[in-house]
């Protein structure tokens, strides 16, 4: 009896301490079904990916703050406390021909000096370099902003394509275990006629060679989908073995159709690469602007004011009162080619960016062409397979009747059951890729993927 209550109370105290690490707990508590809309969710808020996106648009904020502050008044508090004795004067060339009576009276003593001031500086004019600066600032944190949602749409579409793929693998299972179902309840068909005479031995072993083939391919199927369950669950950040599954069905919505025009046009509107193209080309622009303010005219204002005194009783008299203001220009004449090198970089990182701006644009409209290609291939490709599906149900219907009365062979039943599994097989692909079709068609427009596949 106190044994079962010790290891009662072991087990207890395990499931209260048991480590989380990588957030399996939560992982835990989450049903193992999801929908498409769940998965997305879950990914935008766990994703490395994702996160790192978000974390680099807070940076690019500080970033701001940072440059800004080059514009605004520096104000310092300052303060110190000094004790030193000289022997300076002792040392001078000429300390020898003053009086004995006066060099004897000359003692080198300690001294202390306490200090304590307010020190201001401030940029008056630097040729546009602060305000280019802080135009570049914001720029890359509009850039990063774009990069996050980049980011976002790109873990939509791994998304899309995981949770498909698993629905995909799942319904590969169900078209094998079919197939084993019908060549099983063909091998019993089959016995039967053989016991009643009506079949040879030979329809019997090639029955049983058959429900023997369906069975790696079913294998094959399992394993897919625990891989397909892998994939998503990398995405999902879950444990790779964790029991995911993709609630929804791979529907047939042909949608409206669209034009290579619209498409590229929609996509010069949205998508996240051409916008981050045209801020890094305005980046280089102003970074020609910084490059040539290197050698221009700068004003600078510094001012102090405090108190200065050896005896600390007099730190708050106005008497010991020190101020000091400065307004400093500066001009560069030679700086050793210094400014000449920034604007060369400067003039070739705009053109690398002019550059580059081109091959996203020449890139996102061979995308725009095959995405409609693609769809328009899936949509073919649907069609004909239900229209096959249809076909070989009735074949396999017609041939499995006509074998009970002799009327057709045991080839003929195979044949027609093969038939029917590639038919389906070829819908269920079809489906997947018109799916999928659909959400590549939105990601190259730059707009949700998730809307291009509800959208009829």
């Known amino acids: 009896m106190r044994k079962g209550r010790l290891l009662g109370i072991i087990f207890l105290l395990i499931g209260i301490f048991q480590p989380t690490g990588l957030g399996w707990s939560d992982n835990l508590e989450e049903g193992p079904g999801l929908t498409l809309q769940q998965a997305v969710a879950l990914a935008l808020e766990r994703n490395p990916q994702v996160l790192m996106a978000r974390a680099r648009t807070d940076v690019l904020a500080g970033k701001i703050k ?60 630097t040729s546009g370099k602060v305000g280019t600066a802080l135009k570049l600032a914001s720029l890359e944190s509009e850039g990063a902003g774009v ?39 063909h091998l019993e068909m089959a016995r039967a006629r053989f016991a009643a005479g009506a079949a040879t031995q030979v329809d019997v072993l090639r029955s ?3 429900v023997a083939n369906a069975q790696p391919i079913l294998i094959r199927a399992e394993n897919g989908v625990r891989q397909a369950r892998s994939v998503l669950n990398n995405l999902l950040v879950r444990p790779l073995r964790f029991p995911t599954e993709a609630v929804g069905t791979l529907d047939f919505k042909p949608g409206v159709a669209m034009s290579l025009d619209e498409v590229i046009r929609q996509a010069y509107e949205h998508r996240p690469e051409l916008q981050r193209a045209r801020i890094n080309a305005l980046e280089s622009r ?11 005219l700068r004003l600078d204002f ?39 090198g920034l604007v060369q970089q400067a003039v070739a990182n705009r053109r690398v960016a002019d550059l580059a701006r081109l091959e996203v644009e020449s890139k996102v409209g061979l995308e725009a062409q095959t995405a409609l290609d693609e769809l328009a291939r899936a949509n073919q490709t649907v069609e004909a397979a239900r229209v096959s599906v249809r076909e070989a149900e009735q074949v396999l219907e017609m041939t499995q009747n006509n074998y009970k ?10 044949d027609a059951q093969t038939a029917l599994t590639i038919a389906r097989a070829t819908l269920v692909q079809g489906l997947y890729d018109h799916t999928l079709a659909k959400a590549q068609l939105h990601y190259v427009m730059g707009l949700d993927p998730l809307e291009g596949i509800h959208a009829n």
């Open 208 to 210: 049983q060679v058959s």
């Open 302 to 340: 510094n001012g102090q004011y405090g108190v200065s005194a050896r005896d600390p009783a007099n730190l708050l008299s106005r008497e010991f009162t020190r101020w000091v203001f400065t307004f400093s220009v500066g001009l560069p004449l030679f700086d050793g080619g210094k400014r000449s």
């Open 66 to 125: 940072e440059v800004r502050s080059q514009a605004l008044p520096n104000i310092t508090l300052n303060g110190s406390g000094l004790r030193w004795r000289d022997p300076s004067f002792l040392n001078a060339s000429s300390f020898d021909k003053i009086p004995p009576e006066f060099r004897d009276a000359l003692t080198v003593t300690p001294a202390n000096l306490f200090d304590y001031n307010v020190s201001v500086s401030q940029p008056l004019y």
């Open 405 to 414: 009365y002799g009327a057709a062979t045991t080839l003929d039943v195979l």
């Open 286 to 296: 102003d970074q020609l602007k910084l490059a040539n303010a290197e050698s221009r």
């Open 147 to 185: 990069d996050q949602a980049r980011t976002d749409q790109e873990t939509r579409l791994q998304v899309v394509q995981a949770f498909y793929g698993l629905l995909l693998a799942q319904e590969q299972v169900h078209v094998a275990k079919d197939t084993v179902q019908q060549r099983e309840k």
